[in-house]
């Protein structure tokens, strides 16, 4: 019986450091908000600031719904964990961040706390947003609430058990995440300082491009190594692989192109890509662009991981063969060499990488690079009403022809794309 | 050739470098919006003439307003399908405005209507609901609207003639359950949630029965105030 006690009594404490421990974890760093102090009226300079920002960071893409108030949030965001529903982030009082302070608005970026002390789940990617400083922090705050408020409650997230509960949510955040600020490399020039700042904080490239844990933690040790979007059936390729998105070889120029204008010599953004430049980064300054490639093509070159050579049948291959010759070659040539504003496909990375999601998902949907001031007028591709084993065939005759050797896609794995 | 020759002559030559780079790549790709909507033949058939699939609506020759409007709805989820969507959210205004203009000025013949899918009494049903309406429910002849010929007026009321029945019920059915709207007020909205189902059917029916006259051009003028008031049409 003395035995059981004991037992208990250990436990109940080991259960209350934990505790503690994922309490003090959560808050650490945190800085009292003292809500009695007038703050300083924003400068039009900072609303400016903060205009350009919230373009940077992207913050649209979520926080405005389909033919939605700008800002007003009501969007759902889908996780493998359930749907998160983003805010209204409008100055409106009851339902908006109209009460809110620059510094809870810190808290939140920062911290990842809301005004009500709340813990935000990490769909707000403030694994990336912590490291933006104070100084652009307040300048988002100041543009928000420079906007029109917007009465539009925020919708409840739709989550599963436990991850509706903030207490799984507190423990999450102790294993996965620590406030930090962007640190200065001495030994870089600005450009480069620059780029990382924008890359690894508010453009929060690492949302997509970096691999998740179970826990759907992005893993940081594997800087924008690639990774799946969750439920929309789409990869966002490594940006530190040569045979995926580095543009380490690249000239500069590609890459400030595919980022501004949403087309380069080397190919166009298509899916979610497509959004991102349509909304973000076609508005990014020249040197902002420039920056960010310069960053982009310092990230450590890993050599292209050689691919599991699985072939397809010779019967799958002569049908692909045939299909290309009906469907596809018309623009991108006999011989996949491209055709003026239709992409060659020999080399061409969505081709030839290990991951076949983007060009299973290209042959199945088409569609248009965005629509930016260096390319009004896009021209597109096609949804190729095709069965799976047709774009399956396509798909392997693509990856093994000219000289790929891209492993075979299978009838099975189209499906699983539709 | 000589480093110093004369500037005019090394323009010719930069010119003529640049023309043979041109023609060795893309020489059959034209650059118009034609060949930019190859993607939109897929479903709607060649020069947006409609295929004998049912649920995709011919486009070309739609008033310009009309179609414009259905872009931007598709952009902004008024009109709910996922494929038009994909295709046009990263797109402007200003191209979906000629994208519209584009469509529009296409003129091109109709294939003969399919064999009507419905009873006589069904038939006549539609008809007299599509010529005269129905005053006790409500309801204004489609003809007021789209006037007499029914291939619709301009700026922005679009043809009812020409198009599948499973189309046009298609779109009866999304009006009903709120995933199609217009601009408000929602006339077409109004009007579908007057009318029963079969109603709804027979008039589909009948349309989707009747051949496009010769000139199928929509109507320059039009007796307005329109019986309801409508937000795509601007008067």
Redesign the interface.
């Known amino acids: 019986m003395r035995a059981v006690a004991r037992f208990a009594i250990v436990l109940l404490a080991l259960l209350l450091i934990a505790g503690t421990l994922v309490w003090w974890l959560n808050v650490r760093g945190e800085e009292p908000i003292d809500a009695s102090q007038a703050e300083p009226a924003a400068t039009p300079e900072q609303v400016q600031r903060g205009a350009y920002l919230a373009r940077v960071g992207n913050c649209s893409a979520c926080h405005t ?3 939605g108030a700008p800002y007003a949030g009501g969007k759902g965001i889908p996780t493998p964990f359930g749907t998160v529903y983003a805010s209204n982030l409008t100055p409106d009082l009851k339902t908006g961040i109209g009460s809110w302070d620059a510094a809870h608005f810190w808290r939140a970026m920062h911290h990842g706390r809301s005004k009500d002390g709340r813990l935000l789940y990490p769909a707000f990617p403030y694994q990336s947003f912590t490291l933006i400083t104070r100084a652009d922090s307040d300048a988002l705050h100041a543009f928000l609430r420079s906007q029109a408020p917007v009465a539009q409650p925020n919708r409840p997230h739709e989550l599963r058990f436990p991850y509706h509960l903030q207490a799984a949510l507190a423990v999450w955040r102790a294993l996965f995440f620590a406030p930090r600020t962007f640190e200065r490399q001495a030994n870089q020039a600005d450009a480069w300082n620059r780029g990382a700042y924008l890359v690894r904080g508010l453009g929060h490239c690492d949302a997509c491009h970096a691999p998740r844990n179970i826990f759907g933690a992005t893993r940081a040790a594997i800087e924008l190594s690639g990774g799946l979007i969750a439920d929309q059936h789409w990869y966002a390729p490594s940006l530190a692989d040569g045979g995926e998105a580095g543009v380490t070889d690249w000239p500069l120029d590609d890459v400030v192109q595919l980022m501004g204008r ?1 087309r380069s010599p080397r190919g166009s953004a298509m899916g979610p890509m ?2 991102v ?2 909304r973000s980064t076609q508005h990014w300054t020249d040197a902002d662009l420039r920056a960010m490639a310069i960053y982009l093509q310092s990230l450590p070159h890993r050599a292209p991981t050689p691919p599991a050579a699985r072939q397809a049948t010779p019967e799958a291959l002569e049908l692909g063969q045939r299909l290309y010759a009906h469907e596809c070659a018309r ?1 991108h040539g006999e011989r996949g060499e ?5 992409p060659a496909l020999v080399n061409h990375r969505t081709v030839t990488m290990g991951p076949h999601t983007n060009l299973v998902r290209v042959i199945l ?7 930016t001031a260096g390319n ?10 095709l069965g799976d084993n047709e774009v399956a065939a396509i798909a392997s005759y693509v990856r093994s022809a000219w000289g790929h050797q891209a492993p075979a896609v299978t009838a099975l794995e189209v499906r699983d794309l539709r | 050739m000589d480093a110093r020759a004369h500037p005019w002559l090394r323009l010719v030559c930069a010119g003529l470098a640049a023309c043979a780079l041109a023609s060795a ?5 034209p ?1 118009t ?1 034609g ?5 939109c ?3 709607h058939g060649p020069e947006g003439r409609a295929t004998t699939q049912g649920f995709f609506p011919r486009i070309a020759g739609k008033p310009a307003a009309y179609l414009y409007h259905q872009l931007i709805a598709f ?4 009109r709910s399908n996922s ?1 038009m ?3 046009v ?4 205004d ?2 979906l405005q ?1 994208i519209a203009d584009y469509f529009a000025g296409l003129d091109l013949p109709h294939p003969p209507p399919r064999p009507a899918q419905a009873t006589p009494t069904q038939l006549a049903r539609g008809e007299t609901l599509v010529r005269h309406g129905d005053r006790a429910l409500g309801v204004p002849a489609c003809a007021a609207c789209h006037g007499v010929t029914l291939t619709g007026a301009l700026p922005a009321i679009p043809s009812v003639l020409g198009l599948p029945r499973e189309y046009l019920m298609l779109q009866f059915g999304s009006w009903r359950v709120g995933v199609r709207r217009a601009l408000a007020p929602d006339c077409m909205g109004q009007i579908v949630s007057r009318l029963a189902p079969q109603d709804l059917n027979d008039v589909a029916a009948w349309l989707a029965s009747q051949p496009v006259p010769a000139n199928a051009a929509p109507a320059a003028q039009i007796t307005r105030p329109l019986p309801l008031p409508c937000g795509s049409d601007p008067h």
């Open positions: 719904e389909r033919g949403g497509a959004e430049v349509f623009c491209g055709q003026g504003p239709y949907n088409g569609g248009f690079p965005p629509t009004a007028r896009p021209f597109g591709m096609p949804s190729l009403l | 790549r893309g020489a059959d790709i650059d919006i060949q930019r909507m190859q993607p033949m897929v479903c952009r902004e989820g008024r494929t969507a994909y295709f959210d990263h797109m402007t200003a191209y000629e």
